[in-house]
C-alpha cells in the first residue's frame, strides 16, 4: 500500500501561482506513475499532469505551458507547479500513485480556489 498526504493549497487570485505537495509512503518504489487529479464542483475528477517512473510528464491541454509537475524519489515526494492560474483551475486537487500498473492509490485532496 501506499499512502498520500497532499498540501499547499489555498485561494488565489487569476494570474497567480500556487505549488502543490504530495508526501508518499508505504510501498513507494512499487510506483509505475504518479499524478495529480483535479475535481471542480459539479464536475468529474479529471486528470491534469501525470509524471512516469522515467521521468516523462504528461499534461491536460488545459493546463500545458502553465502546470508543471515534478519528483523526487528519494525524499518520496511529488509537486504540481501552477502557474498564471485562471477561474476554471479552482477545484480539489488530489495525488495518485499507481503500483503494480494495476491499484490505484489517492490522497484526500486539498483545494485550490482561484478568483477575484
Known amino acids: 500500500q501506499v499512502q498520500l498526504v497532499e498540501s499547499g493549497g489555498g485561494s488565489v487570485q487569476p494570474g497567480g501561482s500556487l505549488t502543490l505537495s504530495c508526501a508518499s509512503s508505504?510501498?513507494?518504489?512499487?510506483?509505475?506513475?504518479m499524478g495529480w487529479y483535479r475535481q471542480a464542483p459539479g464536475k468529474r475528477r479529471e486528470l491534469v499532469a501525470r509524471?512516469?517512473?522515467?521521468?516523462?510528464?504528461h499534461y491536460d491541454d488545459s493546463v500545458l505551458g502553465r502546470f508543471a509537475v515534478s519528483r523526487d524519489k528519494v525524499k518520496n515526494m511529488m509537486w504540481l507547479t501552477m502557474n498564471n492560474l485562471t477561474l476554471e483551475d479552482t477545484g480539489v486537487y488530489y495525488c495518485?500513485?499507481?503500483?503494480?500498473?494495476?491499484?490505484?492509490?489517492w490522497g484526500q485532496g486539498t483545494q485550490v480556489t482561484v478568483s477575484l
Open positions: 495518485n500513485a499507481m503500483l503494480f500498473d494495476r491499484y490505484d492509490y
Open positions: 508505504g510501498k513507494t518504489d512499487m510506483i509505475n506513475y
Open positions: 509524471i512516469y517512473g522515467s521521468g516523462g510528464t
